[in-house]
Each structure stands twice: as C-alpha cells, then as structure tokens.
C-alpha cells in the first residue's frame, strides 16, 4: 500500500498542519519509506509461531503480602520540630 500526496495532506489536516507542496512531496517519500521496512516483516515465515500477549512468559508477578513491623507514632515523632497531635507541624509557605 503506497501513500500518495493526498493522504499526507490528509494526516497533515487531521494534525492541524499546514506544509508546502515540496515538505507534502518529502512526506510522502519518508511514509513510503517507513512502510517498506514493515513490508519486510511480511517476508517472515510465521506458520508455527503462537501468538504471544506479552512478550515475557511471566507467571504471578505480584509479591504475597507480607505483615512486617513498621515505625511506632513516636518513633517517626521523634526527630520533628514541632508536632499537632499525630501529625507533623510545619511553617507555612503559601501567602494569600
């Protein structure tokens, strides 16, 4: 399937860009060149190729959960400045 200078002013107009004659005859050479590259994926053999959905055959990927210990309220408390209630006190930095 070759692109012709009438389907790239039409991607041009579906991207809302304007080009002149010469960049639209550029294009077309550039498409038609990207295209010859997947042609040649057409010249693989791939009669006993399964199908893949992911190129990686990755079995249960997700870790199990496992319950560790975590820092106690006082602990991640202990270093603050300031401090209201369980939650961290700092200066304000927004102006109004």
């Keep these: 399937m070759a692109v012709t200078i009438d389907d790239v002013k039409y991607i041009a107009n579906l991207a809302r860009l304007n080009f002149e004659e010469k960049e639209l005859a550029g294009f077309t050479i550039q498409f038609n060149d990207i295209l010859s ?11 006993n190729v399964e199908p893949l959905s992911h190129p990686i055959p990755n079995q249960n990927v997700f870790r199990d ?3 560790n210990s975590s820092v106690s309220q006082e602990e991640a408390f202990k270093n603050a400045p300031d401090r209201s209630y369980e939650f961290f006190k700092v200066p304000k930095v927004i102006n109004q």
Excluded at 39 to 47: A, F, G, H
């Design 37 to 47: 590259f997947f042609e040649k994926l057409n010249e693989l053999d791939t009669e």
């Design 65 to 67: 959960d496992i319950l």
